[in-house]
């Protein structure tokens, strides 16, 4: 029961943390919801830590899982490709996730998960302080924003997350499954890339 007690304590002081490693060690034991029960790795984050885009995803896959690293697999690849297409690197973005370890057979987080790992994603935000955020998916989105609304419904805008700014688009996975909606996709990080370009050269 102490013990319990000391690492609850523990991943409270996430919120003191003043480094992404200093963040991801007090918070990669949590055991705060059910998912750590079939976690093999925490999905922290990767990237540039002082990135002025990061890219927002649902939560950890198989492959993710058991690399302890956002977007290694299949959708990862094409995240990657998507990335390149409007002249990015994954290395001077930082990509994360809703929720840092896989649900069960791939489902969607719940919401309760989501509630509690949320705040880990907001510290995140806080550190690397990025100027643009792109949410991949209904389910980041409508975390993120604080939303329950259909993709369509949300792409095409710029969304305020504090002051910063948040765009839309597909998941990589959805469109692994649905390849007509990558035109979609494309006007979507198009306007992304714009907003990035509109940026003043003290921003980025
Ligand atoms: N899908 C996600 O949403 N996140 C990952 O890290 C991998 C696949």
Redesign the pocket.
């Known amino acids: 029961n102490s013990e319990i007690k000391i690492m609850k304590n523990q991943i409270e002081l996430f919120k003191t943390a003043k480094s992404l490693e200093e963040l991801n060690n007090t918070i990669c034991n949590c055991e705060k919801c059910d998912l750590h029960k079939g976690r093999n790795k925490f ?1 922290f984050g990767k990237g540039n830590p002082n990135a002025v885009v990061m890219v927002i ?5 198989a ?2 899982d058991a690399q302890g ?5 299949r ?2 690849q094409l ?1 990657t490709d998507i990335l390149k297409a409007i002249n990015f690197t994954r290395d001077e973005v930082y ?1 994360a ?2 929720v840092k370890c896989r649900p069960p057979a791939n489902r969607a987080p719940l919401q309760s998960e989501i509630d509690v790992c949320i705040q880990f994603l907001e510290k995140q935000i806080e550190l690397i302080s990025p100027k643009l955020i792109l949410c ?2 209904t ?2 989105a409508n975390a993120m924003l604080n939303k329950k609304e259909t993709l369509g419904n949300m792409r095409q805008n710029v969304f305020n997350y504090g002051a910063r700014k948040v765009v839309v688009t597909y ?3 959805a469109l692994l499954r649905n390849p007509n909606w990558k035109r979609d996709c494309w006007e979507d990080v198009q306007m992304f890339r714009k907003l990035y370009d509109e940026l003043p050269s003290t921003e980025k």
Do not use: Q, R, S
Not at 57 to 61: A, C, K, Q
Not at 69 to 73: I, L, M, S, W
């Open positions: 999905v995803g649902e939560g950890p896959g492959d993710e690293e956002p977007f290694v697999g959708a990862g995240l990509i996730n809703i991949l998916g389910t980041a998941h990589p996975a």
